[in-house]
């Protein structure tokens, strides 16, 4: 096996609930996992199965109670679990790319500027960032008209697609994707499909959860059974 | 027009306040002069005049007076208003020191409102009389903030209100009592003078001092200190201009009072400096002489 | 990549008011162009520690270390207190709660701006107004309201003019008392906006107070959460807010709508 970009060793995660008389809640229970660069693993397994737990914990969202979380960032192998939030920022903005489910739009930003703004923030210019957003944005069939407006008008599909563009901006090195097909019609699934082919093609590690089976064979060359792992009785 | 030195009034001590009290002012003095703009207080006494009525400048005068010198005391310029001459007489008859009205005799020269128009020379003092010490006083009301402002020269906010004025007037429009910058450090307030005044400040000869009696302030500028007045470089601090010349005398070059003559508008620019215009007078100086409506009447 | 060193290093911050805690124990590093959110209900002590930070309030112990423009590292209370007022005048800036507070409400707008320019020795009238005008626009204020003081204007218009008063002066880290607090909600979400744009475009660092945790969201990337006075949980804000680990901060994330 290549080199991995993303390992996971023995993830634990639970929620204690303190506010209901601290229930706690088995999510994930020895997790472990490489990712290799040009790799597309899907995550696969039954609803409550800890897909989107796991995803969250490897973006930082989520903290898990044990075991690592191993990111090649700036040359050597980075512990989420262990990372500074300081860190974690930095393996955002530079290594490990996201497209949540559903856009956390933003009001009164253009959709241009949203799908534009990773790219900013590692210090493109301006133009050359929208340049890339237009582009992303018109393959993902979003008209021009729509570029200068605030997303949180569009419909679900549109805003999933602004979301996809957005995470596409930057060439991540590591993709993290959760159900990113799940509102769109079949053209679009298909550009979709098409960005991660192009993804792995550059050597970029993916893990997705793919609810489409016709999406997740196209792009994923694997998958990975959550049932094993999942804490949840 | 200057008054013999007569006897002092019995019962009172030289100068109405007592010689301790004096030696405390002269050291609250020596230490203004010594910092040139800085306010430093002092132990104001009860005075037999209000406060408002130069109880600062009296007792700055009382401290420093000597038998030998001569007085003279204007309020807005007039040797003649009633300020002028209560003080006056309260010097005279404490003292009974020379008095005069003229510019060039006197060797302390306490003031309400204006500077002469004669230079001062060597060895004269100018006495000003302060309400409020405290040019800061307009944008920070806590003394122990405006003391703080001095101590570390933050004085740019004192430029907000400069800014306001060309904002709201297209210049600026303060016209009396415009801050200055004393030796190239303490902001200081030059007592309500008209503007026009300050230049007369900067490297004068005179030894300059303030009292501010309410406020328990003496602040100083010695001889040939640098006196600026604040401004922004595109908007160069200018003093007042008339179109007028002093209607009695003909001056073109000092600041001249408003009077009005008749109830139907008739009106006539005079000198402020009342000294300056009779001296001007005696040496053969004439002015247009009439009322400026009536004149322009009179043109048609 | 040599990383920059923090912007602001806390250590161990602890105010106390007699016998009363203010704030105890706070430590934490906040880098360059990150911005920090602290919630916490009204007492919880996040003013008092606002208060430290931005050089008004003395702690009882602990140290405050700001690294300047030249790298090098001030602890601001052990500094001179000229040293501190100059700081508080270029490289911060405070926008308070209360426009009031941080406004000349009667003079001009332009003069609001202006202030800290003329601070630091700018005399030229036409450059400090048309700096103050290139402000107006960045805060998207009308330019004809320019001569108009602040008490005329509307609460969020005070507190746009109240940013721009501190931003012209380019400084470095900016602290917020709740700045959208007392704003409708449509008027805040401007705000937040206009907030987002600017810290984003100027690089800038931010310490925002605050008890409403969409506004953290929106703005923050890091928040602490505090609590009589000490530090609960701190963390990146969507892991706190979406994975909080103290039974306070699950209580604070339960109660409200849509965080």
Not at chain 2, 155 to 183: Q, W
Not at chain 2, 214 to 234: G, N
């Amino acid at each position: 096996m290549p080199h991995p970009m993303l390992v996971v060793e023995d993830l634990e995660k639970t929620f204690t609930l303190h506010t209901q008389g601290g229930t706690v809640l088995p999510v994930l229970r020895q997790v472990t996992l490489a990712v290799a660069g040009g790799e597309c693993v899907a995550l696969h397994g039954p609803s409550g199965a800890g897909k989107s737990s796991l995803l969250r914990c490897l973006y930082g969202n989520y903290l898990p109670q044990a075991g690592r979380i191993l990111v090649a960032h700036d040359g050597r192998m980075v512990d989420v679990v262990a990372a500074t939030p300081h860190t974690i920022l930095d393996i955002r903005r530079r290594t490990m790319g996201h497209v949540s489910q559903f856009l956390r739009a933003i009001p009164r930003v253009p959709a241009i500027d949203i799908v534009a703004e990773p790219l900013r923030a590692v210090g493109v210019a301006a133009a050359p960032a929208r340049e890339r957003a237009a582009a992303l944005l018109t393959r993902l069939h979003i008209p021009e008209r729509m570029w200068q407006l605030a997303p949180a008008t569009f419909s679900g599909g549109e805003q999933q697609r602004v979301n996809i563009a957005r995470g596409f901006a930057l060439d991540f090195p590591i993709l993290l994707l959760d159900e990113p097909t799940a509102a769109l019609d079949a053209g679009n699934r298909q550009v979709v499909v098409d960005l991660i082919l192009e993804a792995r093609r550059r050597g970029v590690a993916i893990v997705g959860i793919f609810h489409d089976r016709e999406v997740r064979e196209a792009a994923a060359d694997r998958a990975f059974e959550m049932a094993a792992y999942a804490a949840a009785a | 027009m200057t008054n013999a030195m007569r006897e002092p009034l019995a019962g009172y001590n030289f100068a109405y306040l007592d010689e301790q009290m004096k030696r405390s002012i002269r050291r609250a003095i020596l230490k203004a002069v010594a910092v040139p703009g800085y306010q430093v207080p002092f132990g104001s006494r009860e005075m037999p005049l209000p406060y408002g009525w130069g109880t600062g400048g009296i007792q700055v005068t009382a401290s420093i007076i000597g038998a030998e010198d001569v007085l003279k005391v204007i309020d807005q310029g007039a040797d003649d208003t009633t300020n002028a001459v209560s003080i006056r007489q309260f010097f005279a008859r404490t003292t009974g020191v020379a008095t005069t009205e003229r510019t060039a005799e006197a060797t302390i020269i306490q003031t309400r409102h204006r500077i002469p128009e004669r230079p001062l020379g060597p060895g004269q003092i100018i006495v000003y009389q302060v309400p409020i010490p405290e040019p800061l006083r307009w944008v920070e009301a806590r003394e122990t903030e405006t003391r703080k402002m001095h101590a570390l020269q933050e004085y740019g906010v004192m430029h907000v209100k400069l800014y306001e004025d060309i904002a709201r007037f297209g210049c600026i429009n303060t016209s009396y009592n415009y801050p200055v910058l004393v030796n190239g450090r303490y902001l200081m307030a030059p007592s309500p003078i008209p503007k026009f005044d300050n230049p007369k400040m900067d490297r004068n000869p005179a030894l300059q001092l303030f009292g501010a009696g309410r406020e328990k302030r003496i602040y100083a500028v010695p001889p040939f200190t640098s006196v600026k007045s604040l401004d922004f470089e595109d908007y160069p601090f200018d003093v007042q201009h008339w179109d007028h010349c002093c209607a009695l005398c003909g001056a073109a070059d000092s600041y001249l009072d408003e009077v009005v003559t008749d109830d139907r508008g008739g009106r006539m620019f005079v000198c402020s400096d009342t000294d300056y215009c009779g001296e001007r007078r005696t040496a053969g100086h004439v002015g247009a002489g009439t009322p400026v409506a009536l004149a322009a009447e009179a043109a048609e | 990549m040599d990383a920059p060193p923090p912007l602001l290093q806390i250590e161990g911050l602890t105010r106390t008011y007699g016998r009363r805690i203010g704030c105890k124990d706070v430590s934490f590093s906040l880098w360059p162009g990150e911005i920090l959110g602290v919630v916490g209900e009204s007492g919880s002590g996040k003013s008092t520690l606002l208060n430290c930070l931005s050089a008004k309030l003395e702690p009882t112990a602990g140290r405050v270390l700001y690294t300047d423009r030249h790298g090098r590292a001030i602890d601001v209370w052990a500094a001179s207190e000229p040293e501190r007022r100059m700081l508080m005048r270029t490289d911060w800036g405070i926008v308070h709660q209360n426009p009031r507070d941080g406004l000349r409400m009667g003079v001009s707008a332009g003069a609001n701006i202006g202030e800290r320019l003329m601070a630091v020795g700018e005399r030229h009238y036409g450059g400090i107004r048309r700096e103050a005008e290139t402000w107006m626009r960045r805060v998207e204020m009308d330019l004809d309201r320019i001569d108009d003081a602040p008490f005329t204007f509307s609460g969020g218009m005070q507190q746009r003019l109240q940013i721009a008063r501190n931003l012209v002066s380019k400084p470095r880290l900016v602290f917020m008392d709740e700045p959208t607090g007392g704003l409708d909600v449509s008027v805040q979400a401007r705000l937040l906006d206009l907030l987002r744009g600017l810290v984003t475009d100027l690089g800038l660092s931010a310490v925002i107070v605050t008890h409403d945790l969409a506004v953290t969201r929106l703005l923050a990337h890091r928040m602490i959460v505090m609590r009589r006075g000490e530090v609960v949980e701190a963390g990146l804000t969507d892991q706190v807010l979406d994975d909080p680990q103290h039974p306070y901060t699950q209580l604070l994330v339960s109660s409200i709508l849509h965080p």
